[in-house]
């Protein structure tokens, strides 16, 4: 049985062989990889299932949820207009949305929100699916939240927070959702086959997630990780089977800007490489010097709920670690809960993504075993 499809430069034959063998070490089902060099993409292979009810196969544009990848396109917009001089990541948040600045949160910035330091990760009030869908609910509730900490004192993922809070700074300066306003300044311009609220057009066509046996189950409803990855019960995390789960329309449709966006590894690596290198001849979305800042430390070591993962956090983007190895010092990305993974680095001039629909969970090294392989083609 053919193991991919597509295609690999010969300097790039290495990430083809671990993108093959996954297949043969993993529990994988369906998967793309695409890589981009000097805004040139030099690596595009797919394979496997993209719907395991069905046995349709994954093809070259098939899209799937990238959940915390998600992260990285709203880091990209909120960078992008920072360097626009229309947002400074410094200031408080409340000089763009007053209603902010209430209950100890009036010195919380947006760095402190892409840091994940600024004390809100998850929100006390419990809101409907509806209510999330409608976005002003949420608005509301975070308006009248109080931080967990005293901001920027420590740090903790946020989770959905992180989309939303971001996502309202973005609608703020722009007029626009974020999921509108990057396809307005992004996606659209430059055909990327990523969303924040899957078109419905695209729905049938998108990978459907499974669950590899084994995967650990997720603590108990009143754990903080579980109220941030499901906003206090409202979604099902992963409820690939569920209403208001992961591979349910209704919630795809919506704009969830921390977790609920949808790409091809094609439309997610080309974010990356636009932002780094420029694509389709076109001058990079970001300049050294945003990504200088966007890859300067703000949060590591020991979290919130007392973990050290080895995780470094540069503002909005994972950084170089042993968490998540990459390229090197300014390497950034994120991760999805599904094993996804894309990054960035301008120093190497790569944009990198990794999409999967099996979701294999502890040990997951997938992504981690073709960045090893794309590490060693560039040494060559």
Same mark, same amino acid.
């Given at each position: 049985?053919?193991?991919?499809?597509?295609?690999?430069?010969?300097?790039?034959?290495?990430?083809?062989?671990?993108?093959?063998?996954?297949?043969?070490?993993?529990?994988?089902?369906?998967?793309?990889?695409?890589?981009?060099?000097?805004?040139?993409?030099?690596?595009?292979?797919?394979?496997?299932?993209?719907?395991?009810?069905?046995?349709?196969?994954?093809?070259?544009?098939?899209?799937?949820?990238?959940?915390?990848?998600?992260?990285?396109?709203?880091?990209?917009?909120?960078?992008?207009?920072?360097?626009?001089?229309?947002?400074?990541?410094? @200031?408080?948040?409340?000089?763009?949305?007053?209603?902010? /600045?209430?209950? !100890?949160? %009036?010195?919380?910035?947006? #760095? =402190? +929100?892409?840091?994940?330091?600024?004390?809100?990760?998850?929100?006390?009030?419990?809101?409907?699916?509806?209510?999330?869908?409608?976005?002003?609910?949420?608005?509301?509730?975070?308006?009248?939240?109080?931080?967990?900490?005293?901001?920027?004192?420590?740090?903790?993922?946020?989770?959905?927070?992180?989309?939303?809070?971001?996502?309202?700074?973005?609608?703020?300066?722009?007029?626009?959702?974020?999921?509108?306003?990057?396809?307005?300044?992004?996606?659209?311009?430059?055909?990327?086959?990523?969303?924040?609220?899957?078109?419905?057009?695209?729905?049938?066509?998108? @990978?459907?997630?499974?669950?590899?046996?084994?995967?650990? /189950?997720?603590? !108990?409803? %009143?754990?903080?990780?579980? #109220? =941030? +990855?499901?906003?206090?019960?409202?979604?099902?995390?992963?409820?690939?089977?569920?209403?208001?789960?992961?591979?349910?329309?209704?919630?795809?449709?919506?704009?969830?800007?921390?977790?609920?966006?949808?790409?091809?590894?094609?439309?997610?690596?080309?974010?990356?490489?636009?932002?780094?290198?420029?694509?389709?001849?076109?001058?990079?979305?970001?300049?050294?010097?945003?990504?200088?800042?966007?890859?300067?430390?703000?949060?590591?070591?020991?979290?919130?709920?007392?973990?050290?993962?080895?995780?470094?956090?540069?503002?909005?983007?994972?950084?170089?670690?042993?968490?998540?190895?990459?390229?090197?010092?300014?390497?950034?990305?994120?991760? !999805?809960?599904?094993?996804?993974?894309?990054?960035?680095?301008?120093?190497?001039?790569?944009?990198?993504?990794?999409?999967?629909?099996?979701?294999?969970?502890?040990?997951?090294?997938?992504?981690?075993?073709?960045?090893?392989?794309?590490?060693?083609?560039?040494?060559?």
């Amino acid at each position: 049985m053919e193991r991919y499809h597509g295609w690999a430069d010969e300097r790039f034959g290495a990430v083809a062989d671990a993108f093959a063998r996954n297949f043969t070490d993993f529990p994988e089902l369906g998967a793309a990889v695409a890589v981009y060099a000097g805004g040139r993409k030099v690596v595009d292979l797919w394979g496997g299932v993209a719907d395991e009810r069905t046995g349709r196969a994954w093809e070259r544009d098939t899209v799937v949820p990238i959940f915390s990848c998600t992260k990285g396109i709203v880091s990209v917009c909120v960078h992008l207009l920072a360097q626009e001089g229309r947002l400074d990541l410094d @200031a408080p948040v409340s000089r763009y949305w007053p209603g902010f /600045a209430r209950n !100890g949160k %009036e010195a919380i910035t947006c #760095r =402190m +929100v892409l840091g994940h330091r600024a004390g809100v990760p998850v929100l006390d009030e419990t809101l409907s699916f509806a209510e999330i869908a409608a976005w002003t609910p949420v608005i509301r509730a975070i308006e009248e939240q109080k931080p967990l900490w005293e901001p920027d004192t420590a740090y903790e993922y946020h989770g959905h927070v992180f989309g939303f809070l971001l996502g309202e700074v973005i609608r703020r300066v722009t007029g626009l959702t974020p999921g509108a306003y990057f396809r307005e300044a992004v996606g659209d311009p430059l055909r990327l086959r990523a969303w924040i609220a899957l078109p419905e057009q695209e729905m049938d066509g998108r @990978a459907w997630l499974a669950e590899a046996e084994g995967r650990p /189950a997720m603590p !108990g409803p %009143e754990h903080l990780l579980t #109220r =941030m +990855v499901t906003m206090n019960g409202a979604l099902a995390f992963p409820g690939l089977d569920e209403p208001h789960g992961w591979n349910d329309p209704a919630l795809l449709g919506v704009e969830l800007p921390g977790a609920g966006g949808t790409a091809s590894a094609s439309g997610l690596a080309g974010l990356y490489a636009a932002a780094v290198t420029g694509v389709e001849g076109r001058e990079r979305l970001l300049t050294p010097d945003t990504v200088t800042d966007a890859v300067r430390e703000v949060s590591s070591g020991t979290g919130y709920l007392g973990f050290d993962a080895g995780v470094r956090w540069g503002s909005g983007f994972l950084l170089d670690s042993s968490f998540r190895p990459m390229l090197g010092r300014r390497s950034f990305g994120n991760d !999805g809960a599904g094993g996804q993974f894309a990054f960035g680095d301008d120093e190497f001039g790569v944009g990198f993504a990794y999409l999967a629909n099996r979701m294999v969970g502890h040990g997951d090294d997938r992504a981690n075993r073709l960045i090893t392989a794309l590490r060693e083609c560039l040494a060559r």
